[in-house]
T-cell receptor
Framework: NAGVMQNPRHLVRRRGQEARLRCSPM?????VYWYRQLPEEGLKFMVYLQKENIIDESGMPKERFSAEFPKEGPSILRIQQVVRGDSAAYFC????????????FGSGTRLTVV | DQQVKQNSPSLSVQEGRISILNCDYTNSMFDYFLWYKKYPAEGPTFLISISSIKDKNEDGRFTVFLNKSAKHLSLHIVPSQPGDSAVYFCAASAYSGAGSYQLTFGKGTKLSVIP
């Protein structure tokens, strides 16, 4: 049973390009969370999704960022017109239900904007 | 403002001795606390947790203590082993009001266990 799979592991984008980060949750998990870790910082909540629904996007920047979790396929975090400040590690986590007990994280996608 | 603080960026401990990692929080709405361990280029791995209604939880070499009045928790590792060398994140959970439990993380403490 594979864990939470994120790809790519590393992504380099030029300023103004789009970045797409993918996350496949653990088998049987229908709840997905995205967190961002800026350099020298802790992880910060971005968005919580269930299949086909965004439940809580209170941590998402208002512009350029969007997330989806379609009925089929992985969850996608999309960043349009990337800027240098978007350079960070983006972690996805999944759980079988809405829980306050913590969840299983993937290995992350490290985005570098040049 | 930082709601979860880990004031020690790093800690070095001799193998076999006790490692104590500390964490302070400010939000009284946190109802669950967790410790995650993170190796470079990997995601955080859940280590141990404690509910806000308890003051101690133990799992093998790992014990977490919670002092609600002081809004302080600590992770004890004994005996420390070289494989414990990693960054340890303290996290706290609270219902966001927008439909989810969010984790708020500290900045981490890098533990180095010296053989």
């Amino acid at each position: 049973n594979a864990g939470v799979m994120q790809n790519p592991r590393h992504l380099v984008r030029r300023r103004g390009q789009e970045a797409r980060l993918r996350c496949s949750p653990m088998k049987g998990h229908s709840h997905v969370y995205w967190y961002r870790q800026l350099p020298e910082e802790g992880l910060k909540f971005m968005v919580y999704l269930q299949k086909e629904n965004i439940i809580d996007e209170s941590g998402m920047p208002k512009e350029r960022f969007s997330a989806e979790f379609p009925k089929e396929g992985p969850s996608i975090l999309r960043i349009q017109q990337v800027v240098r400040g978007d350079s960070a590690a983006y972690f996805c986590a999944s759980s079988p239900d809405s829980t306050n007990y913590g969840y299983t994280f993937g290995s992350g996608t490290r985005l570098t904007v040049v | 403002d930082q709601q979860v603080k880990q004031n020690s960026p790093s800690l070095s401990v001799q193998e076999g001795r006790i490692s104590i990692l500390n964490c302070d929080y400010t939000n009284s709405m946190f109802d669950y606390f967790l410790w995650y361990k993170k190796y470079p280029a990997e995601g955080p791995t859940f280590l141990i947790s404690i509910s806000s209604i308890k003051d101690k939880n133990e799992d093998g070499r790992f014990t977490v203590f919670l002092n609600k009045s002081a809004k302080h928790l600590s992770l004890h590792i004994v005996p420390s082993q070289p494989g414990d060398s990693a960054v340890y994140f303290c996290a706290a959970s609270a219902y966001s009001g927008a439909g989810s439990y969010q984790l708020t993380f500290g900045k981490g403490t890098k533990l180095s266990v010296i053989p």
